[in-house]
């Protein structure tokens, strides 16, 4: 939808290593968003871009870091992996005025930490 | 703190029936409201957006209400099918376009054939 990629879509790795996620979109859209979904807790929100190097956080930042170099291009960075970040994370964009536009996901990445 | 509420968790109907799925917030002061589904594995389809000065829309067999001064939507799903089973999601906008959204837990649906 709206011709958004997440990669990867499936990965396992260790507890402390570093784990980057790419969102890659089509549409030209400005705003881009992480969310991550858990049993019992739906999505949540890790953090958001307004706009190429415009990032902020989100309810649920705390071991995430984020960067958008290109309009495209949406990183979710694990900087050191725990357990806790075992999810499925989901990319989202948003293109033009917020109140009457829905937002677009991608397929999702899970991930799991060991 | 914008919170979202889904009730029921699960629903479990016979194909053909008619049914409501409700949702609540906390906040009033949302900019949208938007219902999505999600099939297993996927990700989330937009299914209908409301805006705030707005108390219904419709899309096929679905339709969603807003009552934004009591906090609540319902997503009303006609003549059920087998293929609508999916988690169904209440998401709302509270802040700009920059906010994200906030969402429910889901109710997940089951359509018996």
């Known amino acids: 939808d709206a011709g958004i990629t997440q990669s990867p879509r499936h990965k396992v790795t260790e507890t402390g290593t570093p784990v980057t996620l790419r969102c890659h979109q089509t549409?030209?859209?400005?705003?881009m968003y992480w969310y991550r979904q858990d049993p019992g807790h739906g999505l949540r929100l890790i953090h958001y871009?307004?706009?190429?190097?415009?990032?902020d956080k989100g309810e649920v930042s705390d071991g995430y870091s984020v960067s958008r170099s290109k309009t495209e291009d949406f990183l979710l960075t694990l900087e050191s992996a725990t357990s806790s970040q075992t999810s499925v994370y989901f990319c989202?964009?948003?293109?033009?005025?917020?109140?009457?536009?829905?937002?677009?996901f991608g397929d999702g990445t899970r991930l799991s930490i060991l | 703190k914008q919170e979202v509420t889904q009730i029921p968790a699960a629903l479990s109907v016979p194909e053909g029936e008619n049914l409501v799925l409700n949702c609540s917030f906390t906040?009033?002061?949302?900019?949208?409201l938007q219902w999505f589904r999600q099939d297993p594995g996927k990700g989330l389809t937009s299914l209908l957006l409301?805006?705030?000065?707005?108390r219904e829309q419709t899309s096929g067999r679905l339709n969603a209400s807003l009552d934004k001064s009591s906090g609540r939507s319902t997503l009303y799903i006609a003549a059920s099918q087998p293929g609508d089973s999916a988690t169904y999601l209440c998401?709302?906008?509270?802040?700009?376009?920059?906010?994200?959204?906030?969402f429910g837990k889901g109710t997940h649906l089951i359509i018996q054939p």
């Open positions: 989202a964009t948003l293109g033009g005025g917020a109140s009457n536009q829905p937002q677009h």
């Open positions: 549409e030209n859209h400005r705003y």
């Open positions: 871009s307004y706009g190429v190097k415009d990032t």
């Open positions: 906040d009033s002061a949302i900019y949208n």
């Open positions: 409301i805006q705030s000065s707005q």
């Open positions: 998401a709302v906008l509270t802040g700009g376009g920059a906010d994200g959204l906030t």
